[in-house]
Nanobody, 115 residues
Framework: QVQLVESGGGSVQPGGSLRLSCVAS????????MGWYRQAPGKERELVVV??????NYADSVKGRFTISRDNTKHTWYLQMNTLKPEDSAGYYC??????????WGQGTQVTVSS
């Protein structure tokens, strides 16, 4: 099993930046893919970025503004979000795929972009 804990959400004005963190614990060596998703009220959860053995894929809506990175020593992934827009407002969720077939989710962290 894997446990995921997100943090770093908050309120920011348009054009601002936030950095989200996702700390993984448990069977971290078994994680085969990792990603960030978001879900706005009344909308379906959507992919923001996913990292697999094949590479990193960003949603078109965040390309050039969001960057994913990781600190292996801390089992932590980061999502640096720049030039935030009101439409980026959502709950952001960390996801890990364990051994290629079991999904784990964090509890989410809220991002609000508003003037």
């Amino acid at each position: 099993q894997v446990q995921l804990v997100e943090s770093g959400g908050g309120s920011v004005q348009p054009g601002g930046s936030l950095r989200l963190s996702c700390v993984a614990s448990g069977d971290t060596m078994g994680i085969s893919a990792m990603g960030w998703y978001r879900q706005a009220p009344g909308k379906e959860r959507e992919l923001v970025v996913v990292v697999t053995s094949a590479g990193t894929n960003y949603a078109d809506s965040v390309k050039g503004r969001f960057t994913i990175s990781r600190d292996n020593t801390k089992h932590t992934w980061y999502l640096q979000m720049n030039t935030l827009k009101p439409e980026d407002s959502a709950g952001y969720y960390c996801n890990a795929l364990l051994h290629g077939n079991v999904d784990y989710w964090g509890q989410g962290t809220q991002v609000t972009v508003s003037s």
